[in-house]
């Protein structure tokens, strides 16, 4: 942004640096009030005016343009106005799509001063959002995100809202995707802003749980290619973190799973369906998970003898890798001793095993006596699964090195433990 350019009036006040503003109004006439002097003056200024409307007010919009004293068809003659409505732009192929919608706006700021201008002020009418179907989290994930486009220029983007329109929640997050806002006719600093690295993770975790829950029960219906649409291509194409999805989605579900095979609502078959769509889930996932820089470390992921539950520890595995280590999976069931014998040949910096049910525990004893006793330097053991559910230190007394609740949780553990250069339990 040029700092030597003039603040831009607007409402009594004047815009700032921030100039992505979310105006609220009562009544249209109320928007006209207000928005058409901001109009008048970047025309009288030079700048070029771009309006997004409703397709069905397009006349009444560019009469209320002349009635102000602006020669409408000169205007756009000389490309000074540009009036688009909604097809155009927003709803253009028939829906919203936030990404094309902001490469948009990208493109109309970069023709702008291509076309000579020295800015553009934009208004959008945002009233399209109201229509059945509608993509409302898009939306306002669209609004967070253009605060990461639109400090590169300087020109004010005015989205204009009515206000008895749109449902409260809607309001509210929309309103603190805003650095400014105009309320009751006055221009403000926005106090409940969130940058959008504050406000995404928390429009996901309303997405994360309507997608856990369609998830399930695309589980429960055994209904494969309903469940990976909506746990990969639909999560992926809303961005919400693969991380996210392997623990509030697929962990979850799959807990939920086994509690409905507890009450005897699921057979085992139907519990077996379930998991190899979520192990098919996982698959299509992990080239997705965001990789870290490699850390020069080796980690050795299996799950006890005897122990069949085999998904926890594969996220475990995945998780690793994501946190730059060079991973060998073993699966499931590995005999302690080849357990061990695995871990002298391939001296891996972590060992991490995995154990779901009680009668586990003693295989799991068996496999840190087993490492233990080869020779050379102390091979540093995490543990892990959810025979540990109830434990919150279980490191002392089997003598492990690191425990977590959760794929998220050891790679917390496994940095601070490398960071700390400790080899003591
Ligand atoms: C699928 C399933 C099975 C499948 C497993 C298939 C497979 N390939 O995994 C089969 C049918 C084989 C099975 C068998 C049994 N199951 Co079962 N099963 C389940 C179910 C429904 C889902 C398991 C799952 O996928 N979880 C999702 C994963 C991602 O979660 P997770 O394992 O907890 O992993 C996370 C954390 O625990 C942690 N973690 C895991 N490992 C590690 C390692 C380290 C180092 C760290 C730090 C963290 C960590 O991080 C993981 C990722 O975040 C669970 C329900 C449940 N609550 O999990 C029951 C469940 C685990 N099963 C149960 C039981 C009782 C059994 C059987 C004894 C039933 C029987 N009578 O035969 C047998 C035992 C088999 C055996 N020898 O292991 C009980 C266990 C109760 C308990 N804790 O004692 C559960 C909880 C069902 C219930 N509600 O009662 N099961």
Redesign the pocket.
Known sequence: MNCEEPAVPLAGGFLGRQRHVCAFFDTRDDGYRILLPFVKEGLERGEKAIQIVDPALRDDHLARLSDVGIDVEAAQAQGELEVLDWKDTYLRNGSFDRRAMSALVEDMLSRTRAEGFPRARIIGHMEWALHDGSDLPALVEYEARMNDVLPRYDDPVVCAYDRCAFAAGTAMDVFRAHPVVLLDGTLQQNPSFLPPSRLIPRLHTGILAVLRDRYLTALVAGARPEALEIAVEEALSEDVPVPSL??EV??AA??E???L??EKRLT?AQ??L??EI??SAIELLRPHLPAQQRNGKRAV?A?VE???????????AD?LEMAGFEVHYLG??VPSESLAQLVRERRPDLL?????????LAALCRTVAAVRAVPGDRIPI??????F?RKSRPGRRLGID?????????IA?ARRFFEQGSTRP
């Open positions: 392997y623990l697929i962990q799959q807990y799973i086994g509690r095979w507890q085992v519990e077996h379930a998991t979520s192990r992921v799950c005897g122990e069949l539950h085999d998904l926890g520890a594969r996220m475990v998780f499931a069931d991490a095993v995995s154990a779901t049910e009680r009668s586990r995490a543990a892990g699964g959810q025979v559910l690191m425990h977590a609740r959760d794929a998220s949780g050891l553990v």
